[in-house]
Nanobody, 125 residues
Framework: QVQLVESGGGLVQAGGSLRLSCAASGRTFSSYVMGWFRQAPGKEREFVAT????????RYANSVKGRFTISRDNAKNTVYLQMNSLKPEDTAVYYC??????????????????WGQGTQVTVSS
């Protein structure tokens, strides 16, 4: 069982930056594939970024590629999402998610077994 708690959301102007953190409970964090998803009002939840258990593999949605960076610190049981050059269309609730996936990453929400409660990111124009 893994519990996930996101933090770091807030209000930022377009062009600004935020870093989201997701703290995980449990002693087997390093065996989990981690991902970030987001959901804007009136829209379906969408994939943002994912990282393998070792951090050696990452994948991004085309809409955030080159602007967002996912990373993890297994010693701290934490995964991060550095968001730069933010745009109003990045406004959403951001969710951290996890599953035991071996040597791969996950881009589909149905692959994930554990979810955080979400953190709001609002980008003003």
């Amino acid at each position: 069982q893994v519990q996930l708690v996101e933090s770091g959301g807030g209000l930022v102007q377009a062009g600004g930056s935020l870093r989201l953190s997701c703290a995980a409970s449990g002693r087997t964090f390093s065996s989990y594939v981690m991902g970030w998803f987001r959901q804007a009002p009136g829209k379906e939840r969408e994939f943002v970024a994912t990282i393998s258990w070792s951090g050696g593999s990452t994948r991004y949605a085309n809409s955030v590629k080159g602007r967002f960076t996912i990373s993890r610190d297994n010693a701290k049981n934490t995964v991060y999402l550095q968001m730069n050059s933010l745009k109003p269309e990045d406004t959403a609730v951001y969710y951290c998610a996890a599953f035991k996936g071996g040597l791969r990453v996950g881009v589909h929400s149905y692959e994930y077994d554990y979810w955080g409660q979400g953190t709001q990111v609002t980008v003003s124009s």
